[in-house]
């Protein structure tokens, strides 16, 4: 089974705990469509976990963006490298944890991941004339910062599904729950990706409790939260 998810941001344990709910086993792949890092207290453990993981396809989001800069403006500062690595330490609560292999491997991130019957970004794409531009034609900005492409009557019609993240489903829904946005005609409740022309994936961990993700092939959603 494919899997995709967003926005966990460093919490560590309630991942775990939902790999653990979906059997998450060796067949499967896990999309992680960026905010790995920041706000939770295990960013660093978290990301190592992932960089390990051979079935999981992480891209970049406006958080690995934010700390790249911060890496590159330091790097531009001295040529010192344990003193950089150091103030990267501080950047994040387990930075005691944090390696250069790490720091390569979330410099290496792309800012978008297609399949065939998905496109999987941060934040959104931009819609021109009722259908998507294309990620490569888009700045990294624009991928991983948009606050548009969430709007419900945003809804384009043709392309591949869009998968994304970024701003907490529950400031447009009041719910922590992931929003599926059915194509025109398509059935109620289908389990085909193709029938839906968006996803949103941010159940707002940090602010809910609740982290979830969607089983692609089936279009079901699955949810944990720190109360059970």
Not at 64 to 87: G, I, N, P, S, W
Not at 214 to 226: G, S
Request: with cysteine; charged share 25%.
């Amino acid at each position: 089974m494919d899997y995709c998810i967003s926005d966990i941001h460093g919490y560590y344990d309630l991942f775990c705990r939902l790999l653990d709910k979906i059997r998450f086993g060796g067949g499967d792949r896990l999309f992680v469509l960026g905010d790995i890092i920041d706000k939770g207290l295990h960013s660093v453990r978290l990301a190592k976990l992932l960089f390990s993981m051979p079935q999981a396809v992480c891209i970049a989001g406006n958080h690995e963006y934010d700390f790249l800069k911060f890496y590159r403006a330091l790097m531009m500062q001295t040529e010192d490298y344990e003193q950089v690595l150091r103030e990267l330490r501080g950047y994040f609560a387990d930075g005691a944890l944090l390696d250069w292999e790490t720091v390569d491997a979330i410099d290496l991130l792309p800012f978008s991941v297609e399949e065939a019957s998905f496109i999987g970004v941060h934040a959104g794409l931009p819609v021109q004339g009722g259908r998507l531009v294309p990620p490569a034609s888009c700045r990294a900005e624009q991928l991983v910062y948009d606050r548009k492409f969430k709007e419900p009557d945003i809804l384009p019609q043709g392309g591949k599904c869009v998968l994304f993240g970024h701003t907490p489903v529950r400031y447009l829904t009041g719910e922590d729950r992931i929003l599926l946005y059915p194509r025109a005609g398509a059935p109620r409740g289908s389990g085909d990706i193709a029938d839906y022309c968006k996803v949103h994936l941010d159940t707002g961990v940090s602010l809910s409790g609740v982290l979830g993700c969607i089983c692609l092939d089936t279009c079901r959603c699955f949810y944990v939260n720190d109360g059970l």
